[in-house]
């Protein structure tokens, strides 16, 4: 198995795309950059729609879809994967919990000359995979040291899918377990989001921003030390 892909997969695909399904505000009276951009963050990463349906003129349903379709984004890799139904079941769920538990808090927009707004926002990164990757890693090395002996006494070697399922098990067990102790965060730090009016008569946050803010509210350090 490769180790990096096995270790490090779930953690790559939790970010959420969350920008290309958040859509336009439409401003009719006073823009309130602010009040857009937590509205934006709410019902992509907590799928909390109310303020969001209300400044963006979006159903209920619409508003809904935005966090599903963010989770979709998430388990696609877990779909090319072809693992258990049961199993991919869990770890949407686990992902969703995880979402909605981010750690943002947003600032006050300040206007350009231009018309377009910066909003700060105060992340404080999600520490679950840092903090149990030493974890994961024992339970995988006893994982192949069990599978190792069962071989050397006659037992038949496991398909690499069945190898890679078991992985996927442990791997779930340790993050849920983890998960139901209570996240840690690390220290807050500051992201900058460009809010720029569009051709429509609407506001938008930059995509660049917005992946620069999905990367920081979950930390992949011992991962990306691999």
Known sequence: MKKKKQYGIIALVLILAVAIAAGYYFYINRFDASA???????????????????????????????????????????????????????????????????SYTVGEGVKDEDGNYTVEVMVKPITLFDDTYDTFQEKAKDYAEQISNNVMGGAEIPTDEQMQNDVYQIYYEVLKSACDGGLKYGEAEKVTLHVVKTEEKGYEIQDKDMQILDSALISEKELATE
């Open 36 to 102: 857009y951009v937590k509205a934006v963050l709410d019902v992509s990463y907590k799928n909390e729609i109310q303020e969001y349906v209300e400044l963006t003129d979006t159903s209920e349903k619409e508003a809904k879809q935005i966090f599903e379709n963010n989770l979709n984004v998430t388990m696609e890799e877990f779909d090319s994967l072809e693992l258990p139904d049961e199993l991919s079941g869990k770890y949407r769920e686990l992902f969703e919990n995880i979402a909605k538990k981010v």
